[in-house]
């Protein structure tokens, strides 16, 4: 009987350490609603402090970057202005950049940009800077003037 009671309480406290090993996780990735409040939150530094400021502070700064969320400012043409997850992409022009399926996701941002001047793309493939793996995510985008500035989620 006794040794029946020490293995319920044992298996119960590894399911509690199963189940707040998940909610840590969990914790560890952004969410839908905070990457579209950071996104609201760089639109609004943008036009406060202009573009050259907005670049600078969206790459090199800390202001914008929460766990595995950070901007993407780029201009409608597919050059990248500011990149919080990889400075050595700024500058360059990755509009014809695809992921491993083939899908050009960075036109597919820019497409809705354009057209709709806000909200979430389709899901695509590209790295987790948080687990250096190709994960699936999906990015909410706002258009400010001739550029956009966005924040994804991975899943």
Same mark, same amino acid.
């Given at each position: 009987?006794?040794?029946?009671?020490?293995?319920?309480?044992?298996?119960?406290?590894?399911?509690?350490?199963?189940?707040?090993?998940?909610?840590?996780?969990?914790?560890?990735?952004?969410?839908?609603?905070?990457?579209?409040?950071? =996104?609201?939150?760089?639109? #609004?530094?943008? /036009?406060?402090? &202009?573009?050259?400021?907005?670049?600078?502070?969206?790459?090199? $700064? %800390?202001?914008?970057?929460?766990?595995?969320?950070?901007?993407?400012?780029?201009?409608?043409?597919?050059? =990248?202005?500011?990149?919080? #997850?990889?400075? /050595?992409?700024? &500058?360059?022009?990755?509009?014809?950049?695809?992921?491993?399926? $083939? %899908?050009?996701?960075?036109?597919?941002?820019?497409?809705?940009?354009?057209?709709?001047?806000?909200?979430?793309?389709?899901?695509?493939?590209?790295?987790?800077?948080?687990?250096?793996?190709?994960?699936?995510?999906?990015?909410?985008?706002?258009?400010?003037?001739?550029?956009?500035?966005?924040?994804?989620?991975?899943?």
């Amino acid at each position: 009987m006794r040794f029946i009671s020490m293995l319920k309480i044992c298996l119960g406290a590894a399911a509690m350490s199963f189940l707040m090993a998940g909610t840590a996780h969990a914790a560890d990735q952004g969410t839908a609603a905070e990457a579209e409040a950071m =996104v609201k939150k760089a639109v #609004a530094f943008l /036009k406060a402090n &202009g573009p050259e400021k907005a670049a600078e502070e969206f790459t090199n $700064g %800390k202001t914008f970057k929460d766990r595995d969320l950070y901007v993407s400012y780029y201009d409608l043409s597919g050059k =990248v202005l500011g990149h919080g #997850a990889n400075p /050595k992409l700024v &500058g360059k022009d990755l509009s014809g950049l695809k992921d491993p399926d $083939g %899908k050009l996701f960075i036109q597919m941002i820019s497409d809705l940009a354009k057209t709709k001047g806000k909200g979430w793309t389709g899901s695509y493939k590209f790295r987790n800077p948080t687990t250096d793996k190709i994960s699936e995510k999906a990015i909410y985008v706002e258009r400010v003037d001739d550029t956009w500035v966005g924040v994804g989620v991975y899943k």
